[in-house]
């Protein structure tokens, strides 16, 4: 620590003694600065010691001797020291009144002892106390880095909550809680979920300091990564602000948790070339070479039931399962910048992996973004939230907010597949696709395509371009008046041509409905035995109907 009045008091060589403010004595004392200004106030700057013989004083006047001081505290000076046996012989009582009035420490300074042997010890000690603290960071950062490469992040956080006597954590991209140590301080740094967020916000490097939850402890927080936008953030919580020494600490730990979470651009782009090439591989049906591709990278990804995820954040031509070769140009890295919903969805599938321990393969291609995750992993359960996110933005008020500039997300997910179907995975994910496209929906599994109705996709504009085609020329006889064909044909078939039923459910005679369904086979050309006839004349009045 820095150099206290009673350090300098209890200095053998100085014979400093105590003459007022003996309770105030632990003050750090920054400098030792000499003056005879009758006000040097505008040449102080908090912390020092001021050195004086009273040359330039009425050191006798006791309303003189209370104003100065009181202007001497106030600029923060901690301490005054008096040289005796110069101008006056010992400390006159109005000078010792008034620093005892406003509790200011004084020392009276014997004639053998130079002012400049005062500032000689007070520089000492600051440089002692500075050299203390570069070897304390030096040594802090000699643990931190052993601790970061036998234990990872979670060892390099348990070492910096002991150099800093508080505690530290670790929050990945999405602002949740990767690590901390110790393990009580889980609950205090969850709650601090949304000042990472609002950190996030600003370009990196950033930091803030933020008072703990019920004014608990002094947080500092400083984001992590290279990037435009940071990769993770670090929480330090302590009970005062942070020393020379603790200093260091956080900043070698900033530094290699950067290391940590922030792979190099060239790795990333490896990796995204990998992934690409067992993307294809699998594409084309051969999972034996993707696995001797992939090796360890995606762990048990491609041994597991998995599910393919397409995204789309604008309309693209659709690719065929048989022409993937253009994959060889997928963009490298995934990084969210700006409002682009699919480097959001791809953080937020990492960021979910991460937590899990989830393998995953993500390859981003211009505004289609691929992902095989995991059946029933946490990938999946994070983009079915980001999505009904977006979806509950679209429809609430947070729609306004937006501005309607974003790009609009769509995301088809396929049925739970193995390596050797990640063609019919990918087709699966394609038509989910296009269905939420078409409902104006935000995100469509497959399993939904076959457990609802076939009756939505009619409202396809082309569909019910051909239903108003069909119908029209029955619908333009029943507008003269000369009968209900088009009743009549929706009784009928969906009595599946059964007279008396439908005849009953119109309240006609059967020969009336016969006579009607042959009118109906003039009128169109067509003959009702045909099944191909009848289905396409039922579906266009269930496409006509749902108008």
């Not at 400093?16 to 040449?43: C, I, K, M, N, Q």
């Not at 912390?47 to 009273?54: C, D, K, N, P, S």
């Not at 440089?127 to 570069?134: G, I, M, T």
Request: charged share 25%.
């Amino acid at each position: 620590m820095p150099p206290t009045l009673a350090s300098l008091v209890h200095h053998s060589a100085l014979k400093l003694t105590v003459r007022a403010g003996e309770d105030r004595l632990d003050v750090p004392v920054r400098w030792a600065h000499v003056s005879e200004l009758a006000d040097p106030v505008p040449y102080m700057e908090g912390g020092e010691l001021l050195l004086i013989t009273a040359l330039k004083l009425d050191a006798e006047d006791p309303e003189a001797m209370r104003r100065y001081v009181k202007r001497l505290v106030g600029a923060g000076v901690v301490g005054l020291g008096f040289a005796v046996g110069v101008n006056y012989e010992e400390i006159p009582k109005a000078l010792v009144d008034a620093a005892e009035q406003e509790g200011l420490p004084l020392l009276e300074v014997p004639r053998r002892t130079p002012f400049l042997a005062i500032s000689k010890a007070v520089s000492a000690a600051i440089a002692a106390d500075q050299y203390r603290a570069v070897t304390a960071g030096f040594a802090a950062q000699r643990e931190l880095t052993r601790q970061a490469l036998a234990e990872g992040p979670e060892g390099l956080l348990a070492a910096l909550a002991g150099q800093v006597d508080g505690w530290a954590a670790l929050y990945d991209a999405s602002g949740a809680v990767v690590a901390t140590a110790p393990e009580w301080a889980g609950r205090r740094a969850a709650r601090l979920t949304a000042d990472v967020e609002r950190l996030r916000e600003r370009p990196a490097p950033a930091s803030s300091v933020v008072g703990g939850p019920d004014n608990e402890d002094r947080v500092e927080l400083h984001s992590l990564g290279t990037g435009r936008r940071p990769r993770a953030a670090l929480a330090v919580g302590t009970a005062a602000a942070l020393g020379t020494a603790e200093r260091y600490a956080v900043h070698s730990a900033i530094a290699l948790l950067t290391l940590t979470t922030e792979r190099s651009r060239s790795l990333r782009a490896a990796e995204q070339r990998i992934g690409v090439a067992v993307l294809r591989m699998l594409l084309a049906g051969e999972p034996d070479h993707a696995r001797t591709v992939a090796g360890d990278l995606y762990g048990g990804l491609l041994d597991a039931p998995f599910r393919m995820i397409v995204a789309e954040s604008a309309p693209a031509v659709r690719m065929s399962v048989d022409s993937h070769a253009h994959l060889e140009t997928a963009r490298t890295g995934t990084d969210a910048v700006g409002a682009d919903p699919l480097a959001a969805l791809a953080e937020a599938a990492e960021s979910a992996a991460a937590r899990a321990g989830e393998a995953l393969l993500v390859v981003p291609d211009g505004e289609r973004l691929m992902v095989l995750a995991a059946d029933e992993g946490a990938v999946l359960a994070a983009c079915a939230d980001f999505a009904a996110g977006l979806e509950a933005a679209r429809t609430g008020a947070a729609r306004e907010q937006m501005g309607g500039d974003e790009d609009e997300l769509v995301v088809g997910v396929s049925a739970p597949v193995g390596p050797i179907a990640v063609a019919a995975a990918y087709k699966q994910a394609e038509q989910a696709l296009s269905v939420a496209r078409r409902r104006g929906r935000v995100y469509v599994a497959h399993e939904q395509l076959a457990s609802g109705s076939v009756v939505p996709l009619l409202a396809d504009d082309a569909v019910k371009a051909f239903a108003d085609g069909l119908l029209r020329p029955l619908y333009e006889h029943d507008a003269t008046g000369r009968g209900d064909l088009v009743a009549s044909l929706r009784a009928w078939l969906s009595r599946h041509g059964q007279w008396d039923a439908a005849a009953a459910d119109l309240g006609v005679h059967r020969h009336t409905l016969r006579y009607r369904m042959r009118r109906v086979e003039e009128i169109l050309g067509r003959s009702l035995d045909d099944p191909d006839v009848r289905m396409e004349l039922w579906l266009a009045l269930k496409a006509t109907s749902a108008e």
